[in-house]
């Protein structure tokens, strides 16, 4: 069981107003990463970490930022949410880099709704 | 292009059969390929991950192969149960860069029924 956690678990908002997806985890992961996943799509990164006060744009342009203050902590911010911004946010955790033969552990998603 | 095609898309079987996926990959240079389970609402679990020496790895009734020459691999679900239902994802990686990438396939959803 992977201890990497996410709220909210469904989250419904109108156009404008400003979001925070929360990450934590409790293994000590240097690297944490965000995927987006709309239905019947492979996931696509948009943000990731390999570390604190490291921060990078993935392949998948997002108008979304994150921070990484704490080891543990990874959050996802939306500043003025879209109806475009629809889909559920995976957010992911590995020791070693998740290319090699790290083991990458998803949290249990946040599926975003944005009328 | 790097890509990862997965087939079926999707499958139904009836509880007790086997089952196979397969999974088609041009990513290269090759480091690693995962299998993932994903349920509906939830995250990604890992089932299996083999390197280029490796060709096949079993988890419990999951048996994955992987053919490094053709670029394919599969993934072979024994005498289903009715929790087997869920998204099957092929991921694979590349080496191509100090960090590597994470290439995902856009999944096999398979239904078991009683």
């Known amino acids: 069981e992977a201890d990497i956690y996410q709220t909210p678990r469904y989250l419904v908002i109108g156009t404008g107003k400003k979001i925070t997806l929360e990450c934590s985890q409790t293994?000590?992961?240097?690297?944490m990463y965000w995927y987006q996943q709309d239905p019947g799509m492979e996931l696509h990164l948009i943000h990731y970490s390999y570390g604190v006060n490291s921060t990078e744009k993935g392949d998948l342009s997002s108008e979304s930022t994150v921070s990484r203050i704490r080891t543990e902590h990874f959050p996802l911010t939306l500043e003025s949410a879209r109806p475009s911004h629809t889909s559920q946010y995976l957010c992911?955790?590995?020791?070693?880099?998740?290319?090699?033969?790290?083991?990458?552990?998803f949290g249990e998603g946040s599926r975003l709704t944005v009328l | 292009k790097n890509q990862v095609e997965q087939s079926p898309q999707s499958l139904i079987i009836l509880e007790g059969k086997n089952c196979t996926l397969q999974c088609n990959y041009t990513v290269s240079p090759f480091s690693n390929l995962r299998w993932y389970k994903q349920d509906t609402g939830r995250g990604p679990v890992s089932l299996t991950i083999?390197?280029?020496?490796?060709n096949t790895k079993s988890n419990g009734r999951y048996t994955a192969t992987l053919d490094a020459d053709t670029k394919q691999s599969s993934l072979h679900i024994t005498a289903s149960q009715l929790s087997d239902s869920a998204s099957y994802i092929c991921v694979v990686s590349d080496r191509g860069s100090t960090l590597g990438r994470l290439y995902f396939g856009r999944g096999t959803q398979l239904t078991v029924w009683p």
């Open positions: 293994m000590g992961h240097d690297k």
């Open positions: 992911a955790s590995s020791e070693g880099l998740a290319a090699n033969t790290g083991e990458l552990f």
């Open positions: 083999m390197t280029f020496s490796e």
